[in-house]
């Protein structure tokens, strides 16, 4: 071995989530500036208290840029992957539709968010949460991004629509729960009363499923870009099933 | 006396797990016996520390052990198959730890333990090597019960009772490496979270994706055997028409229609 070698880095473990959370900024490392877009993801899988510390200090607006930027990134990447499975058009339309489902469904909800956190007691500014949602973007983003070479391998071997969106909506969903973990955890520091977050993440989570059918088809061909016809989501899902595609 | 003994012996093993951990950072055959041991306190620095030579020591493993089990299972239907496994099992393994690489390393760290990305590939192919390791052990007693049964090639009609018998032993044996080595991998995982439900979770995690893409690319890679009046070949020419699941969804369908 070489010497170099002889002591590998230590593998941090991060304190029991049991233990009672600390106010924001209470370790130092929180405090550290983060510099860049690779600096926000690693940031936000390992340190998201310090995501939540930056997103108050001054000149958080850099962040919350470089957030939404690899989030769109990521979103598009994604998108490919997805179209990957029709081909054609749906190569560029799937992220096109993908990465502004995204983006709507924040920005349709990001309202309603700041009047819940403001009814719950919250100190939370707008610019807070606009960056924690931007945050949960990312978060869900770079998630999809590695469940993404899953998703290839299926979208490449299957014709059915209906598989491949359960695929991708189990997919969704899971990044949608980790994000979602961090905004509540986020808000937690700033209101006790999580009773208005969990309407909100109702609706948000309806928000995006109806997507889906709102910019049908993100699988699948059609003649339009978008769709002529107006649907709940439901009904979308049901007629996709009884096509038996 | 034997306090004494016992005493003499822990400081051997203390010094050889010393040695073992910081010897070298190839990776050699005696190493194996440390990591099927799985004694967290050797394996910790093993994973916290990405060592070209270790890594492509475990690759070789995976590519020998599991390369030799598939031979010996492919051997049943002929020594074509045979050759194919050799190749394919070793790269349903590799694939399945790339394709899901990413994924793991992300979800480390949101489940509680900062693992980096390449710690986490470490410990999934620490994993991985570990059932290679067995099942390449348990290599000669397939080939010997294959050896022993029928041979598949160039019967119209297969001997169930055979059929079931290597089947129930693929299955056996496979399961059994399969646990010893998520045991190992959740000792470890403990030890280092020191949070048995972190450690449960990670795993639980991990095996579930790496099943997941890992059944699709077995269906993708089939046939590992094959059926009698089918040719042997390296991929199906549907080898990407349909999934795992469908599959089995299906054949659930059929079974209640």
Known sequence: MNDSHSTPPPIPANPPSGAPALPLGSNPDEAVPIPNFVGAIEAILRQPRRVMFQLRQPGSGRLIAAMLTVSVVCSLIYGVIAGTFSGGTQLWAAPVKSTCGLLISALICLPSLYIFSCLSGSSARLGEVFGLVAGLLLLMTILLIGFAPVAWVFSQSTESVAAMGALHLAFWLIATCFGLRFLSAAFAHYSHSGDGLKVWIAIFLLVMLQMTAALRPILGTADTFLPKEKQFFISHWMKSLKAGK | ?257
């Open chain 2, 1 to 257: 006396m034997s306090r004494a003994r016992a005493f003499a012996r822990d400081a051997i093993g203390s010094r050889d797990l010393i040695h073992m951990s910081a010897a070298t950072a190839n990776f050699q055959v005696r190493q194996l016996s440390v990591l099927l041991g799985g004694n967290p306190a050797a394996l910790k620095d093993w994973a916290a520390s990405w060592e070209k030579g270790r890594v492509l020591g475990y690759v070789a493993v995976i590519c020998t052990g599991a390369g030799l089990y598939g031979a010996a299972m492919g051997y049943w239907r002929s020594p074509v198959q045979a050759g194919y496994n050799l190749v394919k099992f070793p790269l349903v393994i590799l694939a399945t730890t790339m394709g899901n690489a990413l994924l793991n390393g992300m979800l480390a760290p949101l489940l509680g333990l900062d693992l980096r990305f390449r710690q986490s590939l470490m410990l999934v192919l620490m994993s991985f090597t570990i059932v290679a390791a067995v099942l390449g052990s348990f290599a000669p007693i397939v080939f010997f019960i294959v050896w022993n049964t029928p041979s598949l090639a160039g019967q119209q009609e297969v001997s169930w009772a055979a059929y079931n018998f290597v089947q129930l032993t693929q299955v056996v044996l496979i399961t059994f490496a399969g646990v010893a080595a998520n045991l190992r991998l959740f000792r470890l995982l403990h030890s280092l979270s020191g949070s048995g439900s972190v450690a449960r979770k990670i795993l639980f995690a991990w095996l579930a994706g790496n099943l997941f893409l890992g059944s699709q690319l077995c269906w993708i890679l089939r046939p590992f055997i094959g059926s009698p009046v089918l040719p042997v070949e390296f991929f199906r020419p549907n080898a990407f028409q349909g999934n795992f699941y469908e599959t089995v969804f299906r054949a659930i369908g059929h079974l209640f229609s």
